[in-house]
């Protein structure tokens, strides 16, 4: 088999630390890491055309060549305005990075595509939280704007796309119930949670013992909820502090509000923004992390703590209990009970904590970035256009 040219979106890597950003970051590290057992020679042409300044220098985005796969970064500091003016006259974006070759590919990392004019394309849908069950845009866990935005970038990337990427089976079920997918069309690929390294921990800053939260500040994340169920923790006469590692997203100020008329805000610590080294040491010395979060495309946080052999409590909606399998402690989200129910239960009792802390370590060890650069490479090598 020759040489198979994929391109892929590669500007969310650049600029975002979170989400979507660190997804695209560690699959093209994954992929380039990837052996001649593993796949045949690939060359991957990034798109990463944006004004911003990239945040992460050539070693933490993990570029350049592996054993099999050839990781080629085109970059070109424009405005997107300005992009998407140029793109259309240059062919689109497989025309300027040659992968209007016969047999490319072109990946759209996220909702925001790029225009296409010669490859077939895939497109990675990462929820579908921005639909209602009618599969109309709405629904409380987003801005009608934006929900509206992304429907029609949906529907446009199911019409235009040869095949549909999604993280989980549950986002793919639902993207085939609601925008009504043939489910052939729909693959799930999954994602990894083994990129953030083990810590020093006889470095590690002192703090008294602490429930950890990470995730952007919005209402579907349910930091209301959390921070009442924190408030009876803090009236059992537990000495646990609550911190909470997210920046502000839509209606954080009700958070905000909440937090600032709490009894127990003195415990709470919002920290908006965390180095990767800080958040790490966050992770690998917490007593708890709590995610009871109303609904879920993949949760990574929690993943990311049982890679780091922490207790979880987390929500029993949506992906989560795919994710996370059986070693998590499942609440349902919208019972502050048994939110404090379940974290009450981790805090106390040590025994029931080791085991859920064991568990937590093997779950996580299934999902490695290297599974997911294979799974996607095995998507993409079943469209005829990349067949040679």
């Known amino acids: 088999m020759s040489s198979k040219i994929i391109g892929l979106d590669y500007r969310p890597a650049l600029v975002n630390g979170e989400g979507i950003g660190r997804a695209t970051r560690e699959l093209v590290r994954a992929l380039v ?58 062919g689109g974006a497989d025309g300027v990075l040659g992968a209007s070759s016969p047999g490319a590919i072109f990946h759209h990392t996220q909702p925001n595509r790029l225009p296409i004019r010669f490859a077939r394309q895939t497109t990675m849908l990462w929820d579908a939280i921005y639909l209602d069950e009618k599969g109309q845009p ?29 993280p989980t089976d549950f986002v793919r079920n639902d993207l085939i119930q609601k925008l009504g997918l043939a489910p052939s069309k729909v693959v799930t ?58 920046p502000e997203g839509w209606r954080s100020d009700e958070f ?25 040491e966050l992770y690998a010395t917490c007593d708890a992390f709590l995610f009871a979060s109303h609904a879920e495309g993949f949760g990574l946080p929690p993943l990311e703590a049982m890679h780091f052999g922490r207790a979880v409590v987390a929500s029993n909606t949506t ?54 650069a294979k799974r996607h490479l095995f998507a993409w090598e079943q469209s005829p256009s990349v067949r040679t």
């Open 319 to 372: 992906c989560l209990p795919e994710v996370l399998g059986d070693a998590f402690v499942p609440v349902e989200p919208t019972s502050e009970e048994a939110i404090f129910e379940g974290l009450f239960k981790v805090l106390t009792r040590p025994a029931f904590a080791a085991d859920l802390r064991a568990k937590a370590v093997k779950q996580a060890a299934k999902h490695t970035w290297r599974e997911a």
């Open 33 to 90: 890491e990837l052996t001649g057992d593993e796949t045949d020679h690939v060359n991957l042409e990034l798109f990463g055309w944006t004004l911003a300044a990239s945040k992460f220098n050539t070693s933490e985005l993990g570029l350049g060549a592996g054993p099999c796969v050839t990781a080629n970064l085109h970059r070109l500091r424009i405005p997107s305005r300005l992009t998407k003016l140029v793109l259309p006259i240059l």
């Open 256 to 280: 905000g509000r909440a937090l600032e008329n709490s009894p127990a805000k003195e415990r709470v610590h919002w920290l908006r923004e965390v180095p990767e080294d800080e958040l790490v």
């Open 138 to 166: 709405g629904g409380p866990w987003v801005e009608l704007a934006t929900a509206m935005s992304m429907s029609e970038s949906a529907r446009k990337a199911a019409k235009d796309s040869d095949l549909i990427l999604t």
């Open 189 to 246: 690929v999954g994602l990894g949670c083994d990129h953030l390294p083990q810590p020093d921990l006889s470095v590690f800053h002192t703090r008294p013992p602490f429930v950890l939260t990470v995730c952007r500040v919005d209402p579907r994340k349910n930091h209301i909820a959390m921070l009442r169920a924190f408030e009876r923790i803090v009236n059992e006469n537990l000495p646990h502090h609550w911190i909470v590692a997210g």
